[in-house]
């Protein structure tokens, strides 16, 4: 059951592979990053950065999880491991930056009635 709904997850993954610095992440990478943020593996996640020796500053606005942010995608996952060590490496002001939705995070996630995560309140903290 939960094999098929990551399978799911992993096939409706949206990535955009080139950044105005002609940065990218290979679909593979991306799916690895999806995959351990659906599993809320922080570890795995920073590992898949690393391994791709990118910052996630520099991919973050180009890469999409089921149509989400990684942020927002963490928050439906309540992924509040891997989504506290996103916020951690994220600039503040990219923090408070509109994603390609043209919704912040944080007003997105009280919106849609993530108030109470942890992910959130990690946000509150550095804005």
Known sequence: MIQGRISAILLAI???LLSSKAI???IKA???LCHAIAK???VKVKKTLRKQRVKLKRIYQ???CNGRSLLKFALERSANKAGQYLVEQLPDEMLNDAGPDGYMV???GEHNGYEASPIL???RQRI
């Open 62 to 64: 180009d890469v999409m």
């Open 14 to 16: 949206t990535c955009l």
């Open 121 to 123: 309140k990690a946000i």
């Open 30 to 32: 991306a799916e690895s």
């Open 40 to 42: 809320d593996d922080a």
């Open 106 to 108: 944080l007003s997105w």
């Open 24 to 26: 990218a992440l290979d």
